[in-house]
T-cell receptor, first 112, second 115 residues
Framework: QKEVEQNSGPLSVPEGAIASLNCTYS??????FFWYRQYSGKSPELIMF????GDKEDGRFTAQLNKASQYVSLLIRDSQPSDSATYLC????????????FGKGTSLLVTP | DTGVSQNPRHKITKRGQNVTFRCDPI?????LYWYRQTLGQGPEFLTY????????KSRLLSDRFSAERPKGSFSTLEIQRTEQGDSAMYLC?????????????FGPGTRLTVL
């Protein structure tokens, strides 16, 4: 079973700070990487996807991918209390698979 | 674009009963996925369709589970002879296959409680 590992947290950051969320994966064939946000009792909401090594920025969010290290991260700048949620890292299964393998998620708490 | 919809949103059933859930994907999305999520875990892949064809099923999927997408639009997931371990949130996602990308958007989920 291919693994996607995340620190479960909770990760606590003050409002306005940068939150850094990390994820490692074991399937070297994976090509697509996603970050979803999930509020308690709700379904996952797509934040960002990244396919190429390097950084990808979208507003306050930056995804970073390093395929050699099998590592993907999400940075949230200027964190807001409304960012408090569980962040799920997801990786496609295998070289051409489309189904996603999810980590257990990291709980983020942004304190005012 | 109305998003992915799922019905019912909540289902309580007794052990041994059969249940069926429905998912309506985003219009024009040709891929449809089913996942299951339990408390404290990430979603777990169950199966997916491209149009009406079921292309992949998780090896962990019990034969009590069956899914259909008869006309390539909505899909149903049926669980026969439910067990307490089937209690979970059942999530449906859809995507539009385009080249090598596949970005999945989730519906609100159906929460199943088996008593």
């Amino acid at each position: 079973q291919k693994e996607v590992e995340q620190n479960s947290g909770p990760l606590s950051v003050p409002e306005g700070a940068i939150a850094s969320l990390n994820c490692t994966y074991s399937d070297r064939g994976s090509q697509s990487f996603f970050w979803y946000r999930q509020y308690s009792g709700k379904s996952p909401e797509l934040i960002m996807f990244i396919y190429s090594n390097g950084d990808k920025e979208d507003g306050r969010f930056t995804a970073q991918l390093n395929k050699a290290s099998q590592y993907v991260s999400l940075l949230i700048r200027d964190s807001q209390p409304s960012d408090s949620a569980t962040y799920l890292c997801a990786v496609n299964m295998g070289n051409s698979g489309y189904a996603l393998n999810f980590g257990k998620g990291t709980s983020l708490l942004v304190t005012p | 674009d109305t998003g992915v919809s799922q019905n019912p949103r909540h289902k309580i059933t007794k052990r041994g009963q059969n249940v069926t859930f429905r998912c309506d994907p985003i219009s024009e999305h040709n891929r449809l996925y089913w996942y299951r999520q339990t408390l404290g875990q990430g979603p777990e892949f169950l199966t997916y369709f491209q149009n009406e064809a079921q292309l992949e099923k998780s090896r962990l999927l019990s034969d009590r589970f069956s899914a259909e997408r008869p006309k390539g639009s909505f899909s149903t997931l049926e669980i026969q002879r439910t067990e307490q371990g089937d209690s979970a949130m059942y999530l449906c996602a859809s995507s539009l296959a385009a080249h090598s990308t596949d970005t999945q958007y989730f519906g609100p989920g159906t929460r199943l409680t088996v008593l």
